[in-house]
């Protein structure tokens, strides 16, 4: 078990501190097929407003608990809302009108 502050060497050579991947409870804006079949086993899912069961989704719970509603056992993700906002650059600028941008969240 790896602890707080140990520095160690992965296959690739990155030092264990530096993260390669972002931490579990990230949400990030996401324009692939954010279907579920497709993104769950990825690790990540589709910020719906969905509750979720404490037992199933351990280290999720541990990092955001009831901050979105729940008791008893069940949680809720955040409800996304993307409306006014552009994930990159301002409203002023062209951009294609084909893209939807889901928010996900990482679980694992």
């Excluded at 541990?62 to 994930?87: C, K, L, M, T």
Aim: hydrophobic share 40%; charged share 15%.
């Amino acid at each position: 078990m790896k602890t707080p502050g140990a520095a160690t060497i992965n296959a690739s050579g990155i030092p264990g501190l530096i993260r390669t991947e972002p931490p579990v409870g990230s949400i990030v804006a996401f324009a692939g097929d954010a279907t579920k079949n497709t993104i769950e086993s990825s690790g990540w899912m589709v910020c719906d407003g969905r509750a979720l069961n404490v037992e199933q989704y351990p280290v999720l719970f541990a990092v955001i608990g009831y901050r979105f509603g729940g008791s008893d056992g069940q949680f809720h993700i955040p409800q996304a809302d993307v409306a006014n906002i552009s994930p990159v650059g301002d409203a002023t600028e062209t951009r294609p009108t084909n893209i939807t941008i889901s928010q996900l969240i990482r679980f694992v």
